[in-house]
């Protein structure tokens, strides 16, 4: 069972890695944030899968932090991802018209990288 957890993990980050260098997700922050945060979330679930497999002694404790603190940033990454493309979702379908000086570009922009990064890391180095 373990075995098939694993490719599944490998499977799932290999697809998702392969949207990385399209051009739409490389340049859109809460896109390329999400896919990069179930990347690494995938890849430690494969990774586990094949060091636990059959096992429970604790013979690995400074990868069990590094995991944990990882799965605790993609818990608060990925719902701000979302939220943001939420938002940009909800301004695609509104009446509005779609147009912003550069100045709300970059405020919208430098929001989204506090939402996806900065909150993640700081929540991953402030938790025990």
């Known amino acids: 069972m373990a075995a098939a957890l694993a490719v599944i993990s490998f499977i799932c980050a290999a697809l998702l890695a392969v949207f990385i ?4 997700v490389r ?4 896109h390329l944030a999400v896919i990069l ?3 690494g979330y ?3 679930r494969g990774i586990n899968a094949v060091v636990w497999d059959g096992n429970i002694d604790h013979h690995a404790p400074v ?4 995991v944990t603190k990882l ?6 990454a990925l719902p701000g991802a ?7 979702l909800e301004h695609a379908s509104s009446s509005r018209p779609y147009v912003f000086p550069k100045s709300t570009i970059r405020n ?10 900065v909150i993640p890391l700081i929540y991953m180095l402030l938790r025990k």
Request: net charge neutral.
């Open 82 to 88: 979302f939220l943001c493309i939420a938002r940009d």
């Open 27 to 30: 340049n859109n922050v809460p």
């Open 42 to 44: 995938n890849l430690v």
């Open 21 to 24: 260098p399209v051009k739409r």
């Open 71 to 76: 799965m605790l940033g993609a818990n608060i």
């Open 108 to 117: 919208q922009t430098i929001l989204e990288l506090v939402l996806c990064y």
């Open 63 to 66: 990868w069990c932090d590094i």
């Open 37 to 39: 945060w179930l990347v």
